[in-house]
């Protein structure tokens, strides 16, 4: 059955069946996926995967449900479930929101990305493959060479008149190159995201997938001490990816956040503000409207270290007495409404990668962390992670280090940083939306060379 018709039985039959509210989210999400191996389809996957789910008060209480298929039969389905779900839930119903007045006119799609073919897409990743190995003799192998692209589609409607939707479209390309020297094998991985395909360059992506790699040949010790840091722009936007639920109003009201009661306090450096931009290109994670159907904006969560802002969705600003921010978030039609920002970054500064270590008598740069999930305590700050990088002295890149644990406390580091640089990245997974970082030089961190 088409959406449209779909929607509108659903709700006419809802209405006789005594349903004062109903919403309906449609999401339907297109993947494909290659996988590389020494020139030959190492792995290949294309998949559709599409559903509604409902949300619907009924006798002052509020029910769920969700199916994978739009016909006569689900749409009793649904009813049924969420008037049964609605009897069994003992939480404050949430809202069906009306809608704003008014929201911003944006397309996140590529047409042009969506027509090119699987041959071209294939060609592609075998000549990238083809000139890293051509690029120095070094390359041993690509661990991992894949190309993913993904569409997003996302409609929301409800009995109050509401009607909402977007489309977003994205390309990623990944290479982990394994280099050799002697019995020293080192690696790393290279992420480009577009939706240009012609704007991709197989000589570039090669050149910089393997530098990378080959930066790490020649580790060596360094003293175990406190030392002046350079956060290098992905490895500063995943520890920032990992303490973003701190931001979650709905974890500061469940006294999850040591950032309860900091709002227009200071919780960072003058150097850092923070903005999440819901409007950005080349983002799967954009939207004109959350999953509650708010309006999404720009919001500024840190001005120049203040905290001006928690992520809200209706529920948790209406306990706070405030309006939502627009963060309403489903991870899937079959989830129930969380908190999650969409492009949360810090904005970069004016200075050059370079010129946050030209000055330094002694440092070390940190260009990747693992161990993010289970080394760090999202609730208090803590981590210790394991890290590689490089090891600076008088101003100058000496070499890399052998692979470091560094140990620390975000909300500390917050404080401590001391320049932001102009090279925004944004960090290649994320579980909490799209999070972006330049480089950050911070004042002192505990390091460990192994």
Do not use: W
């Amino acid at each position: 059955m088409e959406l449209t018709t779909f929607r509108n039985q659903l709700f006419a039959e809802g209405e006789k069946l005594g349903f004062t509210d109903l919403e309906l989210y449609y999401e339907k999400q297109e993947s494909f996926s290659c996988d590389i191996f020494k020139g030959e389809i190492d792995g290949f996957e294309s998949s559709t995967v599409n559903g509604v789910s409902l949300r619907g008060l009924y006798d002052g209480k509020m029910g769920y449900a969700y199916t994978e298929k739009l016909d006569e039969d689900s749409v009793r389905f649904l009813l049924d479930s969420v008037k049964e779900n609605a009897a069994l839930i003992e939480d404050e119903p949430e809202e069906i929101y009306a809608g704003d007045t008014s929201y911003r006119e944006m397309d996140f799609y590529s047409s042009s990305l969506s027509e090119v073919t699987t041959v071209d897409k294939i060609a592609f990743m075998k000549e990238v493959e083809k000139k890293i190995y051509a690029y120095d003799s070094r390359v041993v192998q690509t661990d991992y060479a894949t190309l993913q692209d993904a569409t997003v589609e996302k409609a929301l409607f409800n009995s109050k008149g509401l009607s909402l939707s977007d489309r977003n479209n994205i390309l990623v390309v990944i290479f982990s190159v394994v280099v050799k020297e002697e019995e020293e094998l080192k690696s790393d991985f290279h992420v480009t995201r577009t939706q240009d395909f012609k704007s991709l360059d197989p000589n570039k992506i090669a050149a910089e997938a393997v530098e990378k790699a080959l930066s790490y040949l020649g580790g060596k010790t360094y003293p175990n001490k406190k030392y002046s840091i350079i956060f290098k722009n992905s490895a500063a936007a995943s520890l920032l990816a990992t303490f973003v639920p701190s931001l979650s109003a709905e974890a500061v009201q469940k006294d999850q956040s040591l950032l309860k009661g900091k709002l227009n306090e200071d919780i960072a450096s003058s150097h850092v503000t923070l903005t999440d931009d819901p409007f950005l290109s080349n983002s799967i994670h954009s939207g004109t409207f959350d999953s509650e159907g708010v309006a999404t904006k720009q919001l500024t969560v840190v001005e120049n270290g203040k905290l001006e802002s928690y992520f809200h969705n209706l529920k948790t600003a209406k306990k706070d007495g405030v309006a939502s921010t627009g963060h309403g978030h489903k991870p899937s039609y079959k989830d129930t409404i969380g908190i999650s920002p969409s492009n949360l970054f810090i904005q970069p500064g004016e200075e050059a990668y370079e010129d946050l270590y030209e000055d330094l008598e002694e440092g070390i740069i940190i260009t990747n962390l693992a161990g993010l999930h289970s080394g760090a305590n999202v609730i208090s700050g803590d981590f210790s992670l394991a890290a590689n990088g490089y090891y600076v002295k008088a101003g100058k890149i000496v070499g890399p280090t052998n692979q470091m644990t560094i140990a620390g406390n975000f909300f500390e580091i917050l404080h401590d940083i001391e320049q932001v640089g102009s090279d925004l990245e944004f960090a290649p997974m994320s579980a909490v939306g799209n999070i972006g970082s330049p480089s950050l030089k911070v004042k002192r961190l505990s390091i460990a060379v192994d």
